[in-house]
């Protein structure tokens, strides 16, 4: 069962929680869903420190990263822009090498296609080879954790691959 986007949150240590907040805020990604979750954010650090969302809006991004990496829980949507915000604003090489060798058509590790068919095991094992002989374990780990959280139809076989390695 793959974990929920707020779960992988919670399961952060805080330093990393403080890097994926900041990319969330920091994103220069425009929609309606974002402000949204910008907003319900900032309602959620502020009562938190019984503040006003209005003074928390004004503090500088690292200040508010700071806070919101200090709330152990978040909603899953919430979770998941940050989680996505993050990925899209720090690593892309890690997402450009994984969809290489998946064999997935991307831009600077951006899906290109509207749709795409969930990969095979073997291929989902030469993604995961790939990634763990060039980046850190724990953002491997993240990363894939991401993507099965937030899209299990087509990642799902991550799951399975990763309990094998467990």
Known sequence: MPQ???KIWKDLPVD???AVADAFWR???TSEDIDAQRAEAIVSIA???NFR???L???PIERRAKQLAHLPDVSDTVAARALIAYHMETKRPMMAAFLDAVGIA???GVITADEIS???AARLKAGIDALRAAFPDDDVRLYLATLVALDRDTWGGLEDLEGQRA
């Open 4 to 6: 929920a986007p707020s």
């Open 16 to 18: 990393k929680r403080t």
């Open 27 to 29: 994103t220069d990604q």
């Open 47 to 49: 009562q938190r420190l």
């Open 53 to 55: 969302p209005k003074s």
């Open 57 to 59: 809006q004004a503090l």
């Open 106 to 108: 991307h831009e600077d």
């Open 118 to 120: 969930p990969p095979d």
